[in-house]
């Protein structure tokens, strides 16, 4: 790792606002507080769960972590790439606002365009450390993705400067929810379904359809991108069979995914309850549970 001569060696941290990037954060900052520069950011799409913003600030105020909440800036202009400003739990945006922003330029994501999280997240993170003087190359980034989680591991970790904590320690998931039960508070969520963006495009179907059986009102953002931006931005990559762009697997819209909610399904359940012969059985967890940077899925 390079440094400038006589500065301290340089760690970005990404905290998702999971428990498991919780963990990986407090664990580091007490490691490593004194001997390293460190920055702990935040990126909002306006679309997290409101209990993961109260985590991130509960988080800050218990174990100091003193964490930079950042949001895109788009640029509409064809050359200009996407920026960040810093922003607080009480001004952060609630309702979509810069992942909207991030539609207007780039339309809406897909499978075959999965886009959102480099753009809403890791764009802004960079961005951010830009302004701050580290120059690529100078420092680690530190990405929560636990020791189950071995094949999320981004395949470029060497050249991206990632590092794993979490996996060089051996933690697993029953790990993080212990060290999590030991705190005052928690990410009080109805089930890790409902983490961290709630109806990101990325969670399993099962996962879907359960946030929508009993709480339709989280899909009102998407559903609204799609009557305003499912035209835009077409390109032979991206468009559905049904002539639009769509969010889901499967070329689903938003008003599927509500529609076959009110149907019959078995609803999400603890991973070890699962029943894996069940054709919505829970695939692609990456955005679902934790939304990471530095991640291949």
């Known amino acids: 790792m390079k440094t400038e001569l006589g500065d301290k060696p340089k760690m970005s941290i990404s905290f998702s606002g ?35 913003l109260n985590f991130v600030r509960n988080c800050d105020v218990h174990f100091g972590f003193n964490t930079v909440w950042l949001e895109a800036v788009v640029s509409h202009g064809d050359k200009v ?36 999280t480099s753009r809403l997240k890791e764009d802004v993170m960079r961005s951010y450390i830009r302004s701050m003087g580290w120059k690529r190359g100078t420092y680690l980034t530190a990405i929560g993705i636990r020791a ?47 983490g961290n963006c709630v109806w990101c495009w ?15 009102e989280h899909f009102d953002f998407p559903q609204k991108m799609d009557s305003l931006y499912g035209k835009h931005k077409l390109t032979v990559a991206t468009t559905s069979p049904q002539g639009d762009r769509r969010f889901f697997r499967n070329h689903l819209n938003t008003a599927d995914i509500i529609l076959m909610a009110k149907g ?34």
């Open 264 to 297: 019959e399904f078995n609803e999400y359940i603890d991973r070890s309850e699962m029943v894996y012969d069940d054709p919505l059985f829970d695939v692609g967890a990456g955005c679902g549970e934790s939304c990471e940077i530095g991640s291949d899925n």
């Open 18 to 52: 999971g428990r498991t990037s919780a963990v990986m954060t407090k664990m580091l900052l007490e490691k490593h507080r004194n001997t390293h520069d460190i920055l702990v950011t935040f990126a909002n799409t306006g679309c997290e769960h409101i209990e993961t």
């Open 148 to 194: 189950d989680e071995v094949d999320r591991m981004s395949s470029s970790m060497n050249e991206q400067g990632l590092i794993y904590p979490l996996v060089k320690a051996f933690m697993r998931k029953e790990d993080v929810l212990s060290e999590c039960r030991k705190w005052p508070f928690d990410l009080n969520l109805d089930g890790e379904h409902y």
């Open 81 to 116: 790439g996407i920026r960040h400003k810093i922003v607080t739990f009480e001004n952060a945006s609630r309702k979509g606002e810069p992942f909207e922003e991030y539609i207007k330029k780039y339309g809406i994501p897909t499978p075959a365009s999965p886009t959102c």
């Open 202 to 216: 990325k969670k399993s179907l099962r996962k879907l359809l359960t946030v929508a059986k009993h709480h339709p």
